[in-house]
């Protein structure tokens, strides 16, 4: 294929199709507000509707058009899934620590879907269930070990599919065999995000798009804080960074914590639906097994295929990102070697220095950040989390407090390593498999 891209190839995110950016001018800035929050994401509207429906007076500022950053742009997974495997979390740490944080990860999953079916918000949010594809025997071992851990410990559901049967689950014969886990689900991340602010607004809070937060200073009215905006000074009581990704050097303690990368995304063209249907019969989101994934999905609202992979590949011409990604769709898909791409897009996510998410309060800020792919259902549930801490609710505990959030010496923002650390993921999942080869 000398062209993999339509004739009307986006390079924007294919969520915005039918969720487009809107502007959402604010006004002008009121002289204080009971929170002002930095960042329209799911934790930052999550967050800004609690409150503003407890009757507080909320700002969110976004440097951006609300929705430009990772909300509508992610793959739309629900999962209860971290970097950090149960079972390994508890042999370092203890069962109990290791219970208590895969609970909090249950708990985010089904709530996030409890609270779009109560707000009722047109998202495409279903239980499709998860395949994870083994990369190699020893994947698959490892990932048998896991889940079965977690089965036993909270109930947790799965099966596990030799090679010999995968393809009743993906058109695929590269990978060595995997494993369902039959209820995790997925949504539209455009219209979840598009829903989420529609509430919000309509709750009272005031969003400032395209307003960039310079600085915030205690020494507010009493003990809040002075924000200074592009668009003026104002005064807050508490203060909610929300930025993830797109966290900027002027919040130099939030800056120095979260690893920001690039994610790639791409759709097809719109398939036949036989075909469609062959490469992913049960219409699960799919994932591979490796530390630096690669994931599919079928488009909830047409007959496109979505996937990604390559992260923080350091790729930003387009046409190069999409001749990649083509190259890994047709690798786990022969059967859509010819079928072109419609939209390639990237995103920033954010990593931590412990691949673990983190939420709290320093200085008095508050803050909740470092998903490590969880973005969805995390994002969610820390706005709920820390609003419900805000309006002095003991139901605003969680696990994910309790751990300090760690950064390295010298560390401000800047990931000139992401490299290296990509190069490590991809020799570790080697190592791994050449270890079950040599068994």
């Known amino acids: 294929m000398t062209d993999p ?8 995110p294919y969520w915005w199709d039918a969720a487009p950016l809107t502007g959402s001018p604010g006004g002008a800035l009121a002289p204080s507000y009971d929170v002002a929050v ?4 799911y934790t930052g509207l999550r967050a800004a509707l609690t409150l503003a429906r407890a009757g507080r007076g909320v700002a969110v500022f976004d440097k951006e058009k609300p929705g430009f950053g990772a909300s ?40 996030t879907l409890a609270f779009i079916e109560a707000e009722g918000i047109d998202c ?9 594809a083994a990369t190699s025997a020893a994947h698959y071992a490892g990932l048998e070990r896991e889940l079965e851990g977690m089965r036993t410990d909270l109930g947790l559901p799965y099966a596990m599919l030799p090679r010999a049967r995968l393809r009743e689950e993906m058109a695929s014969d590269l990978y060595d065999g995997g494993a369902v886990i039959p209820d995790l689900g997925s949504l539209h991340p455009g219209l979840y995000h598009r829903g989420l602010m529609t509430r919000a607004l309509e709750a009272g809070v005031t969003i400032f798009g395209e ?3 310079t600085a915030v200073e205690r020494g507010g009215q009493g003990d809040g804080f002075r924000v200074t905006t592009s668009a003026g000074r104002t005064r807050a009581r508490d203060v909610l960074v929300a930025t993830n990704g797109y966290t900027p050097k002027s919040l130099p303690w939030h800056a120095r914590r979260v690893i920001p990368f690039t994610g790639y995304m791409a759709a097809t063209e719109p398939l036949p639906p036989d075909l469609l249907a ?21 488009a909830p609202d047409s007959s496109r295929l979505l996937f990604g992979g390559a992260t923080a590949n350091g790729l930003e011409d387009p046409a190069a ?33 412990d691949m673990m998410p983190h939420v709290g309060r320093h200085d008095g800020v508050w803050y909740g950040m470092g998903y490590n792919f969880a973005g969805v259902p ?36 800047d990931p000139w390593f992401l490299p290296l650390a990509m190069r490590w993921f991809a020799w570790k999942d080697a190592r791994l498999a050449r270890r079950g080869d040599r068994r």
């Open 5 to 12: 891209l339509t004739s009307d190839f986006k390079h924007a």
């Open 38 to 41: 930095i960042g329209s994401g």
């Open 72 to 111: 509508r742009r992610n793959a739309g997974f629900l999962g209860r899934t971290l970097k950090h495997a149960y079972v390994d979390l508890k042999a370092a740490k203890g069962a109990a620590y290791a219970l208590s944080i895969y609970r909090d990860l249950s708990m985010a999953y089904e709530s």
């Open 124 to 132: 495409h949010a279903v239980r499709c269930g998860r395949l994870i």
């Open 211 to 213: 307003c960039d937060v």
């Open 278 to 298: 062959k490469q992913l019969p049960h219409r699960r989101t799919v994932i591979d097994s490796n530390l630096d994934i690669d994931f599919f999905r079928p």
């Open 321 to 353: 990102i999409a001749a990649l990604l083509h190259g890994r769709l047709r690798r786990a898909l022969p059967d859509l070697a010819d079928v072109r791409l419609s939209h390639v897009w990237t995103g920033q996510c954010a990593g931590t220095f």
């Open 378 to 413: 995390m994002g969610s549930f820390f706005g709920l989390k820390i609003a419900q801490k805000i309006l002095g609710s003991p139901d605003g505990a969680t696990a994910f407090e309790t751990a300090a959030f760690p950064t390295v010496p010298l560390y401000r923002g």
